[in-house]
């Protein structure tokens, strides 16, 4: 019966010649279904058998796009289902003794490979590059070895044909092999085919092959070395073309590298900002790896990134013709030199490079200091500068080049101060946001702080928390917090008169900004930027925390952006766990009991009930934004945790005999409807006291807040994936009728 | 075609066109860098300038030091300022016909040439450009004049003499030319011969050459011209922007088809761009003025001021400037505010469509309302009893030779905490500061110059496609400062044709076809004849009449009918006699088929050469010749004219007559 069904879905009866075929999404699901079936061994002969095969190879090439696609990734799940049971015991080096349904899917390889139809070819190299992408366990290694030595070398001859427009799916069919186990060796003709890939395949193709081929670890030396060659060849021919016959050397050994294709690119308008950035984007990542293989030669690499950058902006003009030719393709090129700030920030982090460190701010301050800088160029060289900052600061504390730091960070405060004036919002949010980069990693820093008490900025920043921008007002909320932390939070910080009052009037600049700013973004730059405080104990200094907490609260639960109400939990949540730490003491004891709550349990319900914590957590848990019932949700648990470690919950039937264990018992009910609930509407009398510790400790114990948890968690289409719902589809179909009911149950 | 080049300054151009047989005057732009080697005029008596140092020839011979005065390791010229004109011996300025005028900064030395030279055509501009203009030559007048200076300084124009100073009098060239301020009367005399045009209006000279007035995007009623005949077309593009500022947009696609487009008045700060520069200006400028201090920017009263004082009515409020005073003091200042707001039909479309909100097209109407921006005519007066610090104040001349601003950098000078910002890019800013130093003031540059850059430049000779491009000698190489950029000059091809001051030009162009009219009747007579699909032919024979550069073809007048009495032949001084008429031929000659014709007619010993333009049949035996060429055959033989005759006739078999 099984197989009369199966038959009539996936075989010849099934809905693959009829009308409904030619919906994508009908073609989709069938494809979808088999990939289910192939959990099954005897689904594989049932494929075979009723002609499927050749439906799923015809598929390959569907219009649709994600049909297509789901096509290919089938077959590469049908062979290795197919040759699982067989990988166990050795396999024969001859396919001939495979399964019947791998042996059909090969043949199709094979001989779409050697079609001479350009479709066809990339369609089974896609397949192969994912399969090899997919086989990673070294049990796949004897039959994958067996395939690739039967297509070998017919892909070798696609790499010599230039007719074959499948370069990119070669370059990552390639990678992949080269990533699978059968190729842990070093020998074998697989590394001269590859080698042969890196020098037939245009530079743009084959660097993201080179990269793939440096993150590997068991890549031949020289093949690695091949590839370095290859992906940092633009970088050369820049170095080369910008320097003076006699000056520095490129980057690359010359008898290694043929820079005629990469230069020809380089002198093309067209492609030479796009090889570039490809190139540099590449760089970046690769630079960011923590454990690379290859020692890249980050000083050659930083010159030739300063002579793009200087090319970009104008301020060099090589003089041969190649230099002078990619100057005109440069000049005022913002995608480039944003590419090339970032490497150049990564690259703050290599330690070699001290050596430049003069040349790299020089480079740093003149597009932090030209008019003609773009704003976003401009945003990509703060985040460089703060980067190499950081690095100037490490080098400065161990050889003591002081005067050096003391003069590039005089000449940064001058830049930023005018560049906080700037007319452009863009501008003035870049440099606040730079501003608390520098804060954040310099804070403590003698010469920063210096330079930064002696400046305009404390006072610019300051004004610009009225900026008619949002995003400024915001950027400014974060850089006023982190500036706090320096000048009125800090217990060494210059002892001023009004010292205190400086502060208050901070806190009372936020809290309006936190109340009344029309505008999401400020209002969660405030929260966060309290919750910062709170973490960092420094509202302890300026009044009672807790009469903080709760003004905080009673401001944000109100507030209609989500965020800014998921940033007072968080804000909650630090309270929470700062006080129990407090208070309790031994923070790591468990509390025995909650039946013989000890004083400091007691004092710690009141504290949070005068805070008016339990209102916010429990009204939080019905909003109508579930990231904020979740995360009220996950509070309340913890502090479940700690006044219930072991107890089970209290019985609901018991606690509705007191007064307030109906209110709890009302909440229960109203919360179990899930956060359907939108608002605590009070029905016939019954109250919550919610600052009351008793009331409060029963609900902790009472409200089954994991059953809760999971509620919430469970993602926003549950309903509609469940069978339940595919029932009711049914049904709504065909008409509810008792029969029907019956059938479909 | 010839152009006369009277000024080598590429963005105050001074152009004669002889197209034709017109002679246009292209903007009469006036150099007046030559200020910088003079004293400032103050408008209160500057102790400083008055004590300054005669300056002493090195052999200490002190005859000049009344007219020459040391500053700070300069020397400047104590005289009223004098500017540098254009060439006006080139040729005769009387026999110019027309003057075509593109925006008001290329108009400043139209008093010298109406009123010098015996001009007597007329000037043709748009009415913003004149009404501008003038309150340019107004302001300029006035500050000149309301500084009477005694001394006239000249004899260190002597060559002799002139040798002997430092640089930059010594190298200052023309200085024979030098010529003081013009009058009021006299601008009103040149103003006087204007004839004010629109946009896209077509202006017949003579019937030989129509101009057209285009918007150039630069300034308000700013333009560039066209100028053509039936079958030649000249674009004068002079001072033009493509970005988006307050004046109507440049059209472009007018200039398409142009056989020269003579190309001038490109930005003169190639590496700034303009939005990085007003980004510049307002950062500046609110420091200053945080910091307690004053802000002076010298400019002209009209022009990228209205740009930037819309750009601070956005910025003020944000950075928190909004009891900062602004003061603009020009004697034209009220004139040039209000004029902006009244030549809606020159704006760009966003502030024509406030007109009908009905909204003043510029904010700083706003600001003079909210009192925020406040004007006056001179420092003198009501300005004394409101002057309040720190405050900005936009006042001219951007030379810093004369103009209220002289007294602000007097005033100002000394302290560090003010700031000069200079926005006007016509004025090296160094050389304008030089009488002033030592300057404890701050001094930032941010010229703004929204005229084409070359990027701009090369996709507009790409959309528009000239025959050939004609430029100042300054735009085909990179800037002196910045020899490097190779990218700051003009990169098209044909390569451009480059002029210099006191050049002239022939432009690379001849004229290939006329307009000719045929009358109706002489029309009627004809019989055209198809000799291809589509193509048919006429004889014409006619009377050519030519009058005011026009020209009709007439019926001729019939032939005098034979007399039938030996009477004496009439002459006829105006109508010429007519031929009888012989047939046209046309047509080409294939040289196979014609050589088997040859063959067929008993040549025997045809041969054929190729040569250059077609090829040459050989009768060996007859010693005959026949040359066929693309316009011509020829048969040559000797002394058988039978046989000439045959030939012929069998080479007219392969020819269509009409």
Known sequence: ?745 | FFQYCLSGHPTLPCNVLKFKSTTIMLDCGLDMTSTLNFLPLPLVQSPRLSKLPGWVLKDGSTFLDKELKECSGHVFVDSVPEFCLPETELLDLSTVDVILISNYHCMMALPYITEYTGFTGTVYATEPTVQIGRLLMEELVNSIERVPKAQSASMWKNKEVQRLLPAPLKDAVEVSMWRKCYTMPEVNAALSKIQLVGYSQKIELFGAVQVTPLSSGYALGSSNWIIQSHYEKVSYVSGSSLLTTHPQPMDQASLKNSDVLILTGLTQIPTANPDGMVGEFCSNLAMTVRNGGNVLVPCYPSGVIYDLLECLYQYIDSAGLSNVPFYFISPVANSSLEFSQIFAEWLCHNKQTKVYLPEPPFPHAELIQTNKLKHYPSIHGDFSNDFKQPCVVFTGHPSLRFGDVVHFMELWGKSSLNTVIFTEPDFSYLDALAPYQPLAMKCVYCPIDTRLNFIQVSKLLKEVQPLHVVVPEQYTQPPPTQSHRTDLMIDCQPPAMSYRRAEVLTLPYKRRYEKIEIMPDLADSLVPLEIKPGISLATVSAVLHTKDNKHVLQLPPKPPQAPASKKRKRVSDDVPECKSLKPLLSGSIPVDQFVQTLEKHGFSDVKVEDTAKGHIVLLQEAETLIQLEEDSTHIICDNDEPLRVKLRDLVLKFLQKF
């Not at chain 1, 075989?11 to 409904?20: I, K, L, S, V």
């Not at chain 1, 990988?87 to 349904?101: E, G, H, R």
């Not at chain 1, 020098?199 to 020289?222: F, R």
């Not at chain 1, 900004?513 to 910062?532: H, Q, Y």
């Open chain 1, 1 to 745: 019966q099984q197989e009369k069904l199966l038959g009539r879905l996936f075989g010849q009866e099934g809905p693959r010649g009829g009308a409904a075929w030619e919906d994508a999404l009908v073609r989709s699901a069938w494809l979808k279904g088999v990939h289910s079936m192939l959990q099954h061994q005897p689904a594989l002969h049932l494929l075979c058998s009723t002609g499927s095969m050749d439906v799923i190879f015809t598929l390959q090439g569907d219009p649709s796009l994600f049909v297509a696609s789901a096509a290919s990734q089938l077959l590469v799940h049908m062979l290795t289902f197919s040759l699982e049971p067989e990988t166990c015991k050795a396999l024969s080096t001859k396919d001939c003794d495979w399964p019947v349904c791998a042996q059909m899917i090969v043949k199709h390889i094979q001989e779409s490979l050697q079609s001479g139809s350009a479709s066809r070819i990339e369609q089974s190299l896609k397949l192969l590059s994912s399969l090899f992408g997919s086989c990673f366990g070294s049990c796949y290694a004897a039959w994958t070895e067996v395939l690739w030595l039967d297509i070998a070398k017919q892909i070798e001859s696609f790499l010599l044909q230039e007719t074959v427009q499948a370069q990119p799916v070669l370059a990552s069919l390639l990678l992949n092999v080269a990533r699978s186990p059968v190729f842990c060796g070093t020998e074998g003709s697989f590394w001269a085919l590859v080698t042969s890939a890196l020098e037939h395949l245009t530079p743009v193709q084959a660097c993201p092959l080179a990269v793939g081929l440096l993150k590997l670890c068991k890549c031949p030396q020289d093949v690695r070395i091949q590839a370095l060659t290859v992906l940092l060849q633009p970088m050369d021919c820049i170095l080369r073309a910008a320097s003076q016959p006699l000056e520095c050397a490129g980057l690359l050994d010359e008898s290694v590298s043929d820079p005629v294709t990469v230069q020809s690119l380089l002198s093309s308008k067209t492609s030479c900002a796009g090889l570039l950035c490809q190139t540099l984007a590449h760089l970046e990542k690769l630079l960011s790896l923590k454990n690379l293989r290859v020692d890249l030669p980050c000083v050659s690499l930083l010159r030739s990134l300063m002579t793009i950058l200087q090319i970009c902006s104008g301020s060099l003009s090589p003089a041969s013709p190649l230099g002078s030719t990619i100057s005109r393709n440069l000049i005022n090129c913002f995608r480039v030199q944003k590419s090339a700030l970032d490497v150049l920030a990564t690259l703050s982090e290599k330690k070699d490079c001290h050596t430049l460190l003069g040349s790299v701010f020089d480079v740093l301050l003149a597009y932090l200091q030209s008019p003609n800088t773009n704003p976003t160029v401009l945003k990509k060289t703060f985040q460089a500068t703060s980067k190499w900052l950081v690095y100037l600061q490490e080098l400065s504390s161990s050889n003591s080049q002081w005067q050096q730091t003391e003069k590039i960070l005089e000449d940064v405060f001058v830049v930023l101060q005018k560049r906080l004036c700037s007319p452009c919002w863009e501008v003035r949010d870049s440099s606040l946001e730079f501003l608390t980069a520098m804060v954040k990693c310099l804070k403590d820093q003698k010469e920063f702080r210096q330079c930064l008490l002696s400046s305009e900025v404390l006072r610019l920043t300051e004004n610009l928390l009225e900026d008619p921008e949002s995003y400024v007002r915001a950027s400014a909320v974060t850089a006023v917090g982190h500036l706090a932390l320096v000048t009125c939070f800090a217990p060494e910080s210059p002892v001023v008169g009004n010292q205190y009052n400086k502060e208050v009037s901070i806190v009372a600049k936020l809290q309006e900004i936190l109340s009344t700013d029309s505008e999401g973004f400020p209002r969660r730059a405030v929260i966060s930027i309290f919750t910062k405080w709170l973490r960092e104990g420094c509202t302890g200094q300026l009044e009672d925390t807790e009469q903080f907490v709760s003004k905080v609260i009673q401001t944000v639960e109100c507030d209609l952006d989500w965020e800014v109400r998921l940033g007072g939990l968080e804000l909650v949540e630090v309270f929470c766990s700062q006080t129990i730490c407090q208070l309790a003491q031994c923070p790591y004891a468990p509390v025995s009991s909650a039946v013989t709550s000890s004083t400091p349990q007691k004092e710690l319900l009141q504290v949070f009930c005068r805070a008016k914590l339990f209102g916010f957590l429990f009204g939080s848990l019905c909003d109508c934004d579930k990231p904020v019932g979740q995360r009220a949700c996950d509070v309340l648990v913890g502090l479940r945790g700690h006044f219930y470690p072991t107890s089970t919950l209290e019985n609901p039937q018991e606690i509705e005999d007191t007064p307030a264990g109906r209110g709890i018992a009302w909440l229960q009910r109203t919360l179990r409807q899930g956060s359907l609930a939108q608002n605590f509407t009070m029905d016939g009398g019954v109250e919550v006291d919610f600052q009351d510790p008793e009331s409060m400790m029963l609900a902790l114990g009472a409200i089954d807040l994991l059953e809760l948890h999971d509620e919430l968690n469970k993602s926003s289409d549950h309903v509609e994936e469940s069978p339940q719902s595919l029932l009711q589809d049914i049904l709504a179909a065909v008409g509810t009728i008792e029969d029907n009911e019956v059938d479909c149950y």
